[in-house]
């Protein structure tokens, strides 16, 4: 089995020394994903929702950078610095995955880069 590194085109640039996509096999992870302008590569700090989408679109820019897509997701990972907005997370979070939403598992965490509500990970299969 051999290891690809993926650089985004499209998606936030790694801010560190990391990849921001690695396909191995049938599988493709992808880093950690904030709210980010993929453009400027600067944190856009707000608050949930606005934190939230920006968070789903730069991982679906990565995917989609990668040759894959959301619907190829199998399992996310959520990093929220305040808990209690699981639920308008949640909000959000469903429209990206209408149906057949994959794994998760979601974390309270009491700090993020920058001062971010919300970071994202997630594994597709390719």
């Known amino acids: 089995m051999s290891k690809k590194c993926i650089s985004t085109i499209n998606g936030p640039k790694p801010i560190g ?9 049938p ?16 944190l856009l700090p707000g608050d949930i929702e606005s934190e939230t ?17 959301l619907e190829d997701v199998v399992s996310v990972t959520v990093f929220l610095r305040d808990i209690s907005k699981f639920n308008t ?22 700090e993020l880069p920058g001062g971010l509500q919300i970071e994202m990970n997630a594994v597709a299969y390719t």
């Open 17 to 25: 020394p990391y990849s921001s996509a690695v396909k191995a096999g």
């Open 89 to 110: 997370m949640n909000e959000i979070y469903r429209r990206y995955f209408p149906k057949n939403p994959p794994t998760r598992t979601c974390v309270g965490v009491s």
């Open 53 to 69: 989408d920006r968070t789903l679109r730069n991982l679906q820019l990565v995917l989609e950078d990668s040759g894959s897509s």
């Open 27 to 42: 599988l493709l992870f992808v880093a950690g994903q904030g709210s980010i302008d993929p453009k400027t590569g600067k």
